[in-house]
């Protein structure tokens, strides 16, 4: 094998040295044929550049075309000398000889691209305008123009600075300059747009006739001289460019209504639908009818008027849809439910059929809408809105008919003039079924709450709240009013008058038949108060006259000790409310008596025994009755007004309420209205009220607000006027001082025509009959912010009273005495001694007051615990009463200052520790169940509230943020309910509602009315406030206003924190 390897290696040498050989004989032939080559290049190279420089390519005025071809088969040569050079510069290297120079050939190369570059970007300059100039100008783009001759612009300036006296470069220097000037011209004859009418105008000023068929190019434009006439062509691209904005703007608005569509919703059962919101439709339609309308107002837009018309028509159309919808669906809601009721279509068969065609019209509108509910197919349909204007004229003229027919009602029964529509329409509507008026009644007859219907639809009594029952002297058949309510309902009242009257007679024959004692338990409270009163009138002038006063004082205070005895005993609660009033009265009468006996007074015509309210059972003046009961007070002489009254509570008489009463009693006899003012809690609504309690006449309290108009408070005077009723206007000064002024002029109408007697009047354009018992009375709150000073020819129709501090001290002994207290002056006296401590020495608060009403609801705690308690002692009752009421108002530090104030005013009395065993079990279940900790100040607190909610319809939870004010009531809440679920202490559930006083418009919290059609629409608070009140569940119902209290919202609310517990609305509803 190794031999084999050295023959192998023997023969490679071999070889090599054979090739050795070969390249050695071969080189000397090759290096020369290569030199001689290499030099021929060379040669080729210098004659290029010779070529190249010959001038042929520096011609400016040669054409470009040629030029580029010669160039052309330059570069082609180029090419090959290049190639050449390359392969030559590759041997020489090889064969190690010296270099030649091809210095020409990178020359050459050079040389031919800068004459390649500036011939090609003059050509391609020269190509492309051509172009432009010929293209039609609706062709050009001026801005691919622009960009174009940027370009080229900007590699010739780079060529021009190297080469500044380049013929050529020159050449094309000199054209790009003369396009610049045609530039704008190009950019105005290329704006899109510009239309054949333009073009037109344009070639009218050229001179010329415009072929739509030829379009225009700027080679023919520059033929025809546009250039001379360019700014007038500018001033018509300008009106182009306006109007094609225009144009666009129209089309950007059609877009934006593109997939906006009403919302049709199913509405109840009515089987139809109604339109929801319309906010992103009305921003849109406001937004494009102004962009419309200054659009119109442009100078350009001549050509675009008919579009700009028909869509200005469009949203216009639109806009008067929308409005007429939406003031269509409001009255169609309002009447829809008072049309479904077959009575009321029976009793208006006119509005009725009107009513049906609005609402087959309406039905209609809503199924187009619901099927095609895009905006602009419905703006566009004429059709809808001559529905919807028709239906609104129908709807004015129902509301107008329905309006005719309520005041037609109400002037046949006036005591609806005190209702609202709605609630007129509710009790009017229920023609068939006399029981179903009965929740009303209320509202129409100030103490009647049900009446007595036996089977055949006959009335036959009346029953007051308390469930006092008065027979009816004639019964009612309500069959024959044939289902016109408020026929019959003028029975009631008639009816009413008749059994009081018939019930006060026979009280004056029983009452000399009977001890008192005895008689006064089985007469109705109203009689027995009046009866007592009559008898009480004859008593003392009697005395006088016999000059026996001392001993008619005895019998008197005989009498009152006696009833106080009754009240101490077992009694019904009916029978207990009598003689609490009556306590009251005889209390007064007794004091009378006393102060004409210290007086000597002998004669029963001496002023002191005149200026006293007496009661006479004589012969009707009028010749209405045999016998009927007139009130005297000095001249005023008044005939009992027989309105059922139930069996309420009367006012303690102070020298104050006595004093009120001769200038009210006055004011009457001289047919003025009646002032009371002062500071809150005097006493002036009540005072109001009790004196119509004495004179037996409807009063209607009604808490006025500055947004009472004047038609509301006509309604009120009709109703006053043709019923015969008095009205009190509590916050009188809260009315708007314009609307003041026509009330002023109302009230005098009203006096005029009682002063003149006449029997019927004509006011504020009705015809209607008058009752010359109609009176009026107003509260003012002076000094307070929001109140108006009355105008004078206001002031001068009411005779003032200035209200101040009530005797307090009086005041608590006698209704402290009406509850059976016997100790009561001892314990008045400490009231009214405590409170004025607590106002001396406490630290002033907001919500701190020791006013009547504070003491007025200790006498009420007072009352609650004498009647469960009745044996304990008075002491320990009165403090129980003071501490539960007051303890929990006040703060911390002057807890300890209070506790003071009460050991030093009852020293000595021990205070029980109130058994709240089971209530704080469910409290502390309740919490567990809220998740909160029953800690012993909150309960403390909640115990507190529940105290307070016992004694005050109306209180206020006051504290800091997150001091547990909202959860006390709900823990509250919720084991009143555990408690009624295991039966304890007979509790039972509360239901609250919560509304937030401040989240919403005055007018959306209590109701408003329609600045333009005067329809009432409730507010939440209305609308809660009515089902609650009327909800007959036997269950507790708190309705809590969760918000910071402001005067603004809490002054309407005024009524229903005092005593007449009443919410008055605008409408006139309370």
């Excluded at 008596?593 to 006293?612: H, P």
């Excluded at 006013?851 to 200790?858: D, F, K, Q, S």
Aim: proline share 4%; charged share 25%; with cysteine.
């Amino acid at each position: 094998a190794l031999d084999d390897l050295k023959d192998v290696v023997a023969t490679q040498a071999r070889a090599l040295s054979d090739a050795r050989a070969f390249v050695e004989a071969a080189t000397p032939g090759m290096v020369g044929k290569l030199r001689a080559e290499s030099l021929g290049t060379a040669a080729l190279a210098s004659r290029t550049i010779v070529e190249l420089r010959s001038g042929k390519f520096d011609a400016a005025a040669a054409d470009s075309a040629e030029v580029l071809d010669a160039l052309s088969a330059v570069a082609a040569e180029y090419a090959v000398l290049a190639e050449r050079t390359q392969r030559f510069r590759g041997y020489e290297e090889l064969f190690e000889v010296p270099l030649t120079n091809f210095g020409d050939t990178d020359q050459a190369g050079k040389e031919l691209a800068v004459h390649r570059q500036k011939w090609e970007l003059l050509a391609d300059f020269e190509r492309c305008c051509r172009g432009w100039m010929a293209a039609p100008c609706a062709e050009l783009s001026p801005e691919t123009m622009q960009a174009k001759v940027d370009e080229i612009s900007k590699a010739n300036y780079k060529m021009l600075k190297g080469r500044k006296d380049d013929e050529v470069v020159q050449r094309l220097q000199k054209a790009l300059d003369a396009f610049k000037e045609r530039m704008p011209m190009c950019a105005e004859v290329a704006n899109a747009a510009l239309q054949p009418r333009h073009w037109q105008a344009i070639y009218g000023i050229l001179g010329r006739t415009y072929d739509e068929d030829d379009p225009p190019t700027p080679e023919k434009l520059l033929e025809y001289g546009i250039m001379g006439h360019f700014e007038e062509v500018q001033a018509h691209g300008a009106v182009a460019t306006k109007e094609y904005s225009m144009l666009k703007a129209l089309d950007k608005m059609e877009a934006e209504w593109r997939g906006l569509d009403f919302k049709a919703m199913p509405y109840k059962d009515t089987g139809t639908y109604i339109m929801g919101g319309t906010d992103e439709v009305q921003a849109l339609l406001d937004d494009q009818i102004v962009k419309t309308q200054s659009m119109r107002a442009s100078p350009y837009i001549k050509a675009l008027e008919k579009d700009a018309c028909a869509w200005e028509e469009l949203m216009v159309r639109l806009q008067d849809i929308v409005d007429n919808w939406l003031a269509c669906q409001s009255t169609w809601q309002y009447l829809e439910p008072i049309f479904s009721s077959p009575d009321i279509m029976k009793q208006m068969p006119e509005e009725g059929e009107k009513f049906q065609v609005v609402d087959q019209g309406w039905r209609d509108v809503m199924d187009q809408a619901a099927a095609a509910p895009g905006c602009l197919s419905i703006g566009s349909s004429k059709e809808m809105l001559v529905t919807l204007e028709e239906n609104n004229r129908l709807l004015d003229e129902i509301q107008k008919g329905l309006a005719a027919y309520l005041e037609k009602k109400r002037l046949f029964f006036p005591r609806f003039f005190f209702l609202s529509n709605d609630e007129m329409l509710e009790i009017l509507s229920e023609t068939k079924d006399p029981t179903r008026v009965q929740p009303h009644l209320k509202k129409c007859f100030e103490g009647v709450h049900t009446l007595d219907i036996d089977d055949e639809l006959v009335i036959t009594a009346m029953n007051s709240v308390e469930k006092e029952r008065v027979p009816f002297k004639h019964a009612v058949d309500t069959n024959k009013a044939r289902g016109a309510v408020e026929k019959w309902l003028l029975e009631v009242e008639a009816g009413m008058f008749d059994a009081i009257h018939d019930v006060t007679a026979r009280g004056i024959a029983d009452y000399a038949a009977k001890p008192r004692s005895e008689w006064v338990l089985e007469w109705p409270g109203m009689v027995v108060l009046v009866v007592s009163a009559i008898f009480w009138t004859r008593g003392v002038t009697d005395a006088l006259t016999a000059n026996t006063a001392a001993a008619y004082e005895r019998a008197c205070t005989l009498d009152l000790m006696k009833v106080v005895d009754l009240v101490r005993g077992q009694l019904t609660g009916l029978q207990r409310a009598t003689l609490g009033a009556l306590v009251v009265m005889d209390v007064h009468a007794r004091d009378v008596v006393s102060a004409l006996v210290e007086k000597q007074i002998t004669s029963d015509g001496d002023f002191e025994w005149q200026a006293q309210l007496r009661s006479y059972w004589e012969e009707d003046p009028e010749g209405g009755r045999d016998q009927t009961v007139m009130m005297r007070m000095m001249s005023a002489c008044i005939q009992y007004g027989y309105e059922y009254l139930g069996n309420s509570s009367r006012l303690v008489i102070t020298p104050l309420t006595d004093r009120c009463y001769r200038t009210l009693m006055g004011a009457i006899h001289l047919t003025l209205g009646g002032a009371p003012e002062g500071p809150a809690g005097t006493g002036k609504t009540e005072t109001t009220k009790d004196l119509a309690k004495a004179l037996a006449r409807q009063c209607v309290v009604f808490n006025c607000s500055d947004s009472l108009d004047y038609l509301a408070m006509a309604k009120f005077f009709k109703g006053l006027a043709s019923s015969g009723a008095w009205a009190c206007f509590d916050e009188f000064n809260r009315i708007n001082l314009e609307v003041l002024s026509v009330v002023a002029q109302q009230v005098l109408d009203i006096q005029r025509a009682i002063h003149t007697k006449l029997r019927s009047f004509t006011f504020e354009g009705t015809e209607m009959t008058l009752k010359w018992s109609a009176w009026c009375s107003i509260t003012m709150n002076p000094g307070y912010a929001g109140r108006s000073e009355l105008p004078d020819n206001l002031k001068a129709l009411f005779r003032t009273v200035a209200m101040m501090v009530p005797d307090y001290a009086m005041i608590a002994e006698i209704v402290l005495f009406s509850f059976g207290y016997l100790a009561a002056r001892e314990c008045s006296k400490k009231i009214v001694q405590c409170y004025k401590l607590c106002s001396e020495q406490l630290s002033s608060q907001d919500h701190y007051d020791y006013g009547m009403r504070a003491v007025m609801a200790v006498l009420r705690a007072a009352g609650n615990l004498k009647r469960r308690f009745p044996n304990d002692d008075e002491f320990v009752l009165m403090l129980r009463s003071i501490i539960d009421v007051n303890l929990c108002k006040f703060l911390s530090h002057d807890v300890p200052l209070f506790n003071g104030i009460i050991s030093d005013l009852f020293p000595g009395v021990d205070l029980p520790k109130a058994d709240y065993g089971a209530m704080e079990a469910a409290l502390v279940d309740a919490c567990t169940k809220r998740n909160v900790q029953p800690t012993e100040y909150f309960m403390l607190k909640t115990i507190q509230l529940y105290e307070m909610i016992v004694v005050r319809h109306g209180l206020m939870i006051v504290g800091m943020p997150f001091s547990g004010k909202t959860t006390s009531y709900r823990v509250l809440a919720d084991a009143l309910a555990l408690m009624e679920a295991r039966g304890q202490e007979g509790q039972v559930r509360a239901e609250h509602v919560v509304i937030n006083p401040k989240s919403v418009t005055m007018g959306q919290l209590y109701g408003q009315f329609d600045p333009v059609s005067h329809e009432w629409t409730d507010g939440v608070l209305a609308v809660t406030f009515r089902a609650v009140a009327s909800n007959p569940e036997p269950h507790r119902k708190w309705l809590v206003l969760d918000g910071p209290v402001d005067a603004i919202w809490i002054e309407n609310l005024n009524t229903v924190l005092d005593d007449n517990k009443k919410l008055c609305l605008n409408s006139g509803e309370i």
